[in-house]
Structure formats: structure tokens, C-alpha cells
């Protein structure tokens, strides 16, 4: 149990087009599932915190109108990355916080989107 | 203030010996640290947890400590082999309330190497 899917697990894009990657929890509810951004042989730096039925909390530094969060319900929340450049370019994770059952106060991580903007 | 990513440090060791990571953690307020395991295209898996209010914690053939006053946590892990070969990531969780709950600050993480 506790399985966190993203999709797609790699995508490659034209330099100016929006991406949208899916992030979702399989088989527990998650109010709150965060993103992260991943550079190679770089650790994970948080982009925001996605919150079930209400605005993104974004950290310092991320653009949130570069990357669109929604979390639209307790299963899924999504990252658009808009009008996406190179330097967009990077492993995306998310991860989801369980609120209920055996996920209960636990975090669990997806797999992993890599992201090629040429 | 948060970790910041680094260039990652290395630990190269033979198959069979005891491996230790070492991290450094930036909140003195956190209460709640977890070490991962990262494979390359992968994302984090969890490895072992601990709270703030132990300095010790054993899981199979991995011990994590937890140092409170210089702020250091490491893993150890016995016996290493092939397939422990990854990045290791630790994390911590400073106090949970309102958007901060749940969140994680990952620290710069170590490549290891097993060698046969």
C-alpha cells in the first residue's frame, strides 16, 4: 500500500510549450503533497507545498506563475510548467502526506518525472 | 536558514564492510529526521526515521544517531552491499503547524559506492 504514481514519468518538449505533470496517490487520501525539483547530483529543493482544495503555498524563489499547482482532490495534484525553457529542465517529485489508514502522518514519494525542455 | 543542495560527497567501500553517511542538519527546532535512499531515475525510498527525543534507532542492518547538540545524524549500515548502492538522502521536519506540517528540509546527501 501507500503507492504515489506520477505521470509521465518522462517528457521532452519544445522550448515555450507548458507541461503538466500528475501526481497521484493510489490507494490513500492526501491533503497535502508537495513538489520538489531534483538537478543531477543535486539534492531536492522544495517548490511548494499543494494543499487539497486551496491555493499552493510556493517557497522563496519559485515562480508560481512559472509552475502552476492544482489539487483538485484528495488523490491527485498537478504541476504545470508554463511557457517551459532549458533551464526548466530538471527531475521533478512529488510526494503525498497521508491523513488517513495505514498512510496516516506518513510521507510517501513518486517515482520521479524527468523533464527535457529543448 | 534551509540546507542548501551541494555537490554531493562519495563513500566508496568494498562489499561486506559497515558504511557510515554522515549529515549535518540545519534547524535545531526539528523534531523529526528520516534518512532515504535515492536510485539513480528514482524517487527517495524511505529507510529509518527518528524523533528528536531519542539519540538511537535500529532497523535491519541500519542504526541512525541522532546528535541534538552539534545537529548530526548518521546511518550506518552493516554489512554493505552491491545493491546498497545509491544516494542517501537525510531530511528533517521542523515542528508541525499550519504549512509547515509534513514539510521536509533535505540535506546535500552522500553517493555510495559498493564495490564487489
Known amino acids: 500500500g501507500a503507492v504515489v504514481s506520477q505521470h509521465p514519468s518522462r517528457v521532452i518538449c519544445k522550448s515555450g510549450t507548458s507541461v503538466k505533470i500528475e501526481c497521484r496517490s493510489l490507494?490513500?487520501?492526501?491533503?497535502?503533497m508537495f513538489w520538489y525539483r531534483q538537478f543531477p547530483k543535486k539534492s531536492l529543493m522544495l517548490m511548494a507545498t499543494?494543499?487539497?482544495?486551496?491555493?499552493?503555498?510556493?517557497e522563496q524563489g519559485v515562480e508560481k506563475d512559472k509552475f502552476l499547482i492544482n489539487h483538485a482532490s484528495l488523490t491527485l495534484s498537478t504541476l504545470t510548467v508554463t511557457s517551459a525553457h532549458p533551464e526548466d529542465s530538471s527531475f521533478y517529485i512529488c510526494?503525498?502526506?497521508?491523513?488517513?489508514?495505514?498512510?496516516?502522518?506518513?510521507?510517501?514519494f513518486g517515482p520521479g518525472t524527468r523533464l527535457t525542455v529543448l | 536558514g534551509e540546507s542548501v543542495g551541494l555537490h554531493l560527497p562519495t563513500l566508496s567501500v568494498q562489499e561486506g564492510d559497515n558504511s557510515i553517511i554522515n549529515c549535518a542538519y540545519s534547524?535545531?527546532?526539528?523534531?523529526?529526521f528520516i534518512w532515504y535512499k535515492q536510485e539513480s531515475g528514482k524517487g527517495p525510498q524511505f529507510i529509518i526515521d527518528?524523533?528528536?527525543?531519542?539519540d538511537k534507532r535500529q532497523g535491519q542492518r541500519v542504526t541512525v544517531l541522532l546528535n541534538k547538540t552539534v545537529k548530526h545524524l548518521s546511518l550506518q549500515i552493516a554489512a554493505t552491499q552491491p545493491g546498497d548502492s545509491a544516494v542517501y538522502f537525510c531530511?528533517?521536519?521542523?515542528?508541525?503547524?499550519?504549512?509547515?506540517?509534513?514539510?521536509?528540509?533535505f540535506g546535500q546527501g552522500t553517493i555510495l559506492t559498493v564495490h564487489p
Open positions: 499543494s494543499n487539497e482544495g486551496s491555493k499552493a503555498t510556493y
Open positions: 490507494d490513500f487520501q492526501a491533503t497535502t
Open positions: 531530511a528533517e521536519n521542523p515542528p508541525r503547524s499550519g504549512t509547515s506540517y509534513g514539510k521536509l528540509t
Open positions: 527518528i524523533r528528536s527525543n531519542m
Open positions: 534547524n535545531s527546532a526539528s523534531d523529526y
Open positions: 510526494s503525498a502526506y497521508g491523513t488517513s489508514g495505514r498512510a496516516r502522518n506518513e510521507q510517501f
